[in-house]
Nanobody, 115 residues
Framework: VQLQACGGGLVQAGGSLRLSCTAFRIIFTRYTMSWYRQAPGKSRELVAQISSSGNTNYAGSVKGRFTISRDNTKDTVYLQMNNLKAEDTSVYYC??????????WGQGTLVTVSS
């Protein structure tokens, strides 16, 4: 099983980025997909989550700015991040939580927002 995340980078405050995470060797529709982030010296926190049926959940700090979506035909989950703030600077991780299956982390992708 592999979760391959990409799309991080350096952006100015107020800018946008889109992260993507493609899953390999899982039955994608059996998984709730999430994005977490971890800033230096802080614990990992949930950013957004999308169920296999498309129900979404967001951390309060990103609600209205970030949008999680999934394309089950491409086994990919996305995180559209708009109006980025310096405090969004973190390593972002995708996470697959299985229904009657295992749970998996992707490698992180670094998002740096300059103020």
């Amino acid at each position: 099983v592999q979760l391959q995340a990409c799309g991080g980078g350096l952006v100015q405050a107020g800018g946008s980025l889109r992260l993507s995470c493609t899953a390999f060797r899982i039955i994608f529709t059996r998984y709730t997909m999430s994005w977490y982030r971890q800033a230096p010296g802080k614990s990992r926190e949930l950013v957004a989550q999308i169920s296999s049926s498309g129900n979404t959940n967001y951390a309060g700090s990103v609600k209205g700015r970030f949008t999680i979506s999934r394309d089950n035909t491409k086994d990919t989950v996305y995180l559209q991040m708009n109006n980025l703030k310096a405090e969004d600077t973190s390593v972002y991780y995708c996470y697959a939580q299985g229904i009657g299956a295992g749970n998996y982390w992707g490698q992180g992708t670094l998002v740096t927002v300059s103020s």
